[in-house]
């Protein structure tokens, strides 16, 4: 059954950097738009960034424009997150989704992952 395996993760101090994967496994990520959403502990889950794959096309959330960076290598057949500068504000489970277009909703796409646990705290 095709999913992704994720890594990363973990409690980091503010400031700090760490960079989230997820690994397509059964299914070739390099044919779908790819996004990670997060959910923060008490809020609903909110979209974070997403790559068009028809357009190319990134667009970041406001909150984490400049800071955090998502890219993809199609020989491993992977997508990343790459954090930097973390804030306790970012503390969240953080999920990877594929699917042909930039929904707004992680449940909608064709494959997603079950969540990575990020703390941000000194």
Known sequence: QAH????????????GSLRLSCA???FVLDSYSIAWFRQAPG?????VVCWNIMDGRITYDDSVQGRFTIYRDNAKNTMYLQMDSLTPED????????DAFCGSLIS???????????????
Not at 4 to 15: A, K, T
Not at 91 to 98: D, Q
Not at 108 to 122: A, C, L, P
């Open 4 to 15: 992704f395996v994720e890594s990363g993760g973990g409690l980091v101090q503010p400031g």
């Open 24 to 26: 397509a496994s059964d």
């Open 43 to 47: 809020k609903e889950r909110e979209g």
């Open 91 to 98: 503390t969240a489970v953080y999920y990877c989704g594929a």
């Open 108 to 122: 909608e796409y064709d494959f997603w992952g079950r969540g990575i646990q990020v703390t941000i705290s000194s």
